[in-house]
């Protein structure tokens, strides 16, 4: 069975600074790792997306890379910004079809 | 292009009613994924599905809970006799598989609260 960990749970920063979340999976025999976004109340926006055969994708201030065999990703996010504030959530693939996820990083980012 | 669609956005029902959750996929997609959060919980899977098929079902309680994509129309997440213990936040998301990226998109979710 898959199990995803993310950490920290929270994490609280002033604007402009380089943050890295921390994801990781038991079961390294995964097909992709998505990179999600969640705003209180809403829906999950995809991030980044990571085929098990990549070692990092970018978008803009973000970067996510994937370490498969010590099951691990992380994601960057340069100079951090207020609106950056939301939950991040990490889910795993192991074949086509359902996401494993992780319980998430909720961020914050203050003024 | 529009997004993944659901409906309704909340939805309050009195225990033993029935809940009906529709989800319209982006354009061009042809896999539904259903996936529960409970209140301080993670999401997790319940369902996948394609037209007229269901792939995997193993998240999905054996009873109360059924799901459907028919040749046209929505996917529906159905709960009959629902109880307290239901209320959570139910999304839909979908994916095609040309490129064989599995990339899902979620849509805003259906919260249900049952009373």
């Known amino acids: 069975k898959q199990e995803v960990t993310q950490i920290p749970a929270a994490l609280s920063v002033p604007e402009g600074e380089n943050l890295v979340l921390n994801c990781s999976f038991t079961?390294?025999?995964?097909?992709?790792l998505q990179w999600f976004r969640q705003d209180p109340g809403k829906g999950l926006t995809s991030l980044l997306l990571?085929?098990?055969?990549?070692r990092e994708q970018t978008s803009g201030r973000l970067n996510a890379s994937l370490d498969k065999s010590s099951g691990r990703s992380t994601l960057y996010i340069a100079a951090s910004q207020p609106g950056d504030s939301a939950t991040y959530l990490c889910?795993?693939?192991?074949?086509?079809?359902?996401?494993?996820f992780g319980r998430g990083t909720q961020l914050t980012v203050w003024p | 292009n529009a997004g993944v669609m659901q409906n309704p956005r909340h939805l309050v029902r009195r225990r033993g009613q029935e809940a009906r959750l529709r989800c319209s996929p982006m354009?061009?997609?042809?896999?539904v994924y259903w996936y529960r959060q409970l209140p301080e919980e993670g999401l997790k899977f319940m369902v996948y599905?394609?037209?007229?098929?269901?792939?995997?079902e193993s998240g999905m309680p054996k009873e109360r809970f059924s799901a459907e994509f028919p040749k046209e129309g929505p996917s529906i997440l159905r709960i009959q006799q629902v109880v307290r213990g239901d209320s959570a936040a139910y999304f839909c998301?979908?994916?095609?598989?040309?490129?064989?990226?599995?990339?899902?998109?979620f849509g805003p979710g259906t919260r249900l609260t049952v009373l």
């Open positions: 990571i085929q098990s055969s990549q």
């Open positions: 599905l394609q037209k007229e098929n269901i792939i995997d």
């Open positions: 354009k061009g997609h042809s896999h």
């Open positions: 998301a979908s994916s095609e598989t040309r490129g064989m990226y599995n990339e899902q998109f």
């Open positions: 079961d390294s025999a995964i097909y992709n």
């Open positions: 889910a795993v693939a192991r074949t086509l079809g359902r996401l494993y």
